[in-house]
């Protein structure tokens, strides 16, 4: 189970985790806490499902939300970055994407999510897009998340 693979990785580094969840409200906490013994290194998340739930608790700014939309690299770097900020954790996850089937733009498909990721000092954001029903889609983008979080330890650990 990666969510166990991660704990031990957070655990090596004494560090703390923080989630800042859109589309897929709340999967991605939900996923972490399966895990006996994540309140060592899991500190909370905020499920920013609105634009103003963003701007207020996790501080994304409405130049960012009128330029770029809510599913943007833009957006989801300042959902990591909030996340870090609002619980004091070293590392966030963010996703923020349209899990279908609707709200699709010409722009933004369905399917199109975007990953953030906010560590001491840096942050990295990652495109995906998936082709499936709305909670595949959510499935994926949560087991991509902890995917790239694991990659990320895994190169910092080393």
Known sequence: ???????????????????????????????????????????????????????????????????????????????????CRATGAEVALSITGIAGPSGATVYKPVGLYYIGLAAPGEAWCWRHHFDGTRATNNDRCATAALQHLSAYLTHRLA
Do not use: P
Not at 26 to 35: D, K, N, P, Q, R
Not at 55 to 79: P, T
């Open 1 to 83: 189970m990666l969510a166990k693979v991660i704990g031990k990785q957070l655990l090596a580094r004494q560090w703390r985790l923080a989630v800042a969840e859109s589309a897929t409200g709340g999967l991605l906490g939900h996923w972490i806490t399966e895990v006996s013994g994540s309140s060592a290194y899991f500190w909370g998340g905020v499920i920013a499902y609105s634009n103003d739930v963003k701007r207020r608790l996790l501080g994304v700014r409405e130049e960012s939300l009128m330029q770029w939309g809510a599913v943007s690299a833009r957006v989801a770097l300042e959902m990591a970055r909030g996340a």
